[in-house]
């Protein structure tokens, strides 16, 4: 069974621009979640999208969005990127939601320029 | 609102000797907790799980975990350390209903010395 892939595994980008990331869950899994690491805040919960619609979201600002498409592969959106942003975005996947068993993919390295 | 706190954020140990890991909860309502295990440049992956069954959790590579409601606890413990179980590892907590999210702990660095 093919685990949650994440692409690209790097990114570099500058300042002001915007970047998408994808996620594909484990086939089955109709709950995707998106969590970001930094070493200082460590790990904050961004948004979950189940069944292509946003079922919970975290506190962060609205430059930051995502969606699910019907085949549960999920994007997340930053705009206007800010050196703050640099960080380590990780998917998650699970069957019914994130509190059960998630998996998670080996997350995208972003750093803001 | 959930919380955890994670006491030590290295911990070293020798090679062969126990490892315990301390978490404790907060939460207003019994959560579930796990235990997720970081690899450098890797994601997370789920060490072992407490959902309300059996208190003693029994996971993978040999480790294990105990449910205290009284304490609010969740060390994590291995009897005896192997080099390859040097990495991050993160206590966290979810909600059984409503906002299902994990709120993670600020993680543990454990070292394991020849």
């Known amino acids: 069974k093919a685990g949650v892939t994440q692409t690209p595994r790097y990114l570099i980008k500058t300042r002001g621009q915007q970047v998408t990331l994808s996620c594909s869950p484990i086939s089955g899994h109709r709950s995707v979640s998106w969590y970001q690491q930094t070493p200082g805040q460590g790990l904050q919960f961004l948004f979950e999208y189940f069944s292509e619609t946003q079922r919970n979201k975290g506190n962060f600002p609205g430059r930051f969005s995502g969606r699910q498409f019907s085949n549960s592969r999920s994007e997340m959106n930053v705009s206007t990127l800010e050196l703050g942003d640099s960080a380590l975005y990780l998917c998650?996947?699970?069957?019914?939601?994130?509190?059960?068993?998630?998996?998670f993919g080996q997350g995208t390295r972003l750093t803001v320029v | 609102a959930q919380s955890v706190t994670q006491l030590g954020s290295h911990v070293s140990v020798s090679e062969g000797a126990l490892v315990l890991l301390r978490c404790n909860y907060s939460?207003?309502?019994?959560?579930?907790l796990f235990w997720y295990v970081q690899y450098p440049n890797q994601g997370l992956q789920l060490l072992l799980k407490?959902?309300?069954?059996?208190?003693l959790v029994k996971g993978i590579n040999g480790f294990e975990a105990e449910f205290k409601k009284s304490e609010t606890s969740f060390h994590l413990t291995k009897p005896s350390a192997h080099m390859s179980d040097a990495a991050e590892y993160f206590c966290a907590v979810s909600a059984k209903t409503g906002r299902r999210a994990l709120t993670f702990g600020s993680g543990t660095r454990l070292q394991v010395q020849p």
């Open positions: 407490y959902t309300s069954a059996a208190t």
């Open positions: 998650a996947s699970s069957l019914e939601g994130t509190n059960t068993e998630a998996f």
């Open positions: 939460s207003s309502v019994p959560p579930y």
